[in-house]
């Protein structure tokens, strides 16, 4: 048994996994965040081990086929992975780490990792879905109807998960999301070694 | 599924079950409390159907053939019981309840309702156990001896619960509890509805 949690964070692009995940780590300091390795070559300002690890595209496979990421991806070219080494030293060491991540990827950390806690962010609607994206201002009308066509599909994703929760607000979200990590920690599975220690009069 | 959640707290005697409920309710004013059916005479004060459903042993033993309790206990020669009826009419209004009750009762219910929220509270240590149930003045050295043998031995039970809460700081097992009770709100098999409504754009 771990000490730690893994709590992963996740949901359709837009619904606001990025600024639930910041605004939980000022509330919970003591959240780990788990570094990413990456074949992209690192931008101004981003340091080995704090950003990324950056490997090489002969690393990062050799990485995959030995079974090293919790869950691995290609986006534009570049591999993006979770490894796995980082992430359970610190679950043994009793610390608890969060991890944002879509959709296709905590479905492959829950295939290697069931033991997590898989949080499914929920936006309000898909309608406030597509004004975000629409938003950001950083994508085509057409790659905005992938999104959200997308989006729909996913929603059927969300019963894979542990907990739904709905991001109409984000403060009360952010809270939902710390009252689950807090509950989380008093399930009885975890809570062997108190027991015995009680015992002991 | 039913919409209201039902919250069965429970634990050994001296635990400190009862001032945590009371606190709890204090805390969740929305929470609802099951009324017990009982073969008990009425005291002073003792409303029928706000204190207890007061029915004749008869009547009792009926109900328990009928099985229409969730749990049901003799102490001193009375009968006590958990109408299904009362608790699930509650549950199908979408209200929460929660029940107080002895670990044996608790593991009835969950046979008879596995969909509750099952949690366990823990005193700090058997000392204080003692300590506590010492300081009640109700009880001879010989019944304290056997309640601490068998809080011993109910230990065990802790793992047939969904959640254990420490309780030795009362204000905090009871948000922990709050937290736990939150938290079931957002698990994924209670957001069906939900997801449903996110899809009509």
């Keep these: ?10 949901g359709p692009s837009g619904a606001g996994k990025g600024t639930i995940c910041k605004m939980l780590k000022d509330k919970m300091t003591d959240l780990k965040v788990s570094v990413s390795a990456t074949t992209r070559k690192p931008r101004e300002g981003e340091n ?16 995959i086929n030995d079974d090293e990421f919790l869950e691995y991806a290609k986006v534009y070219g570049n591999y993006y992975g979770t490894p796995k080494k980082e992430v359970f030293k610190q ?23 069931p033991k997590g806690v898989f949080i499914f962010i929920l936006p309000p609607s898909l309608k406030e879905l597509q004004n ?12 905005i109807l992938k999104r959200m066509k997308c989006a729909y599909d996913e929603l059927d994703y969300a019963f894979e998960y542990d ?18 990590i807090d509950a989380e920690k008093n399930r009885a599975i975890r809570k062997k070694a108190i027991i015995n220690k009680i015992r002991e009069v």
Excluded: H, P, W
């Design 163 to 180: 907990y739904v929760v709905l991001n109409d607000e984000v403060e009360a979200a952010v809270n939902k999301i710390k009252c689950i």
């Design 1 to 10: 048994m771990d000490n730690g949690l893994l709590v992963v964070i996740s």
């Design 48 to 63: 080995e081990g704090e950003s990324y690890f950056f490997i090489s595209n002969d690393e990062f496979i050799k990485k």
């Design 132 to 143: 975000r994206i629409e938003g950001r201002g950083t994508d085509s009308k057409e790659v």
């Design 91 to 113: 679950l043994k060491a009793g610390n608890d780490i969060i991890l944002e991540i879509d959709i296709q990827g905590a479905l492959q950390v829950k295939k290697n990792y």
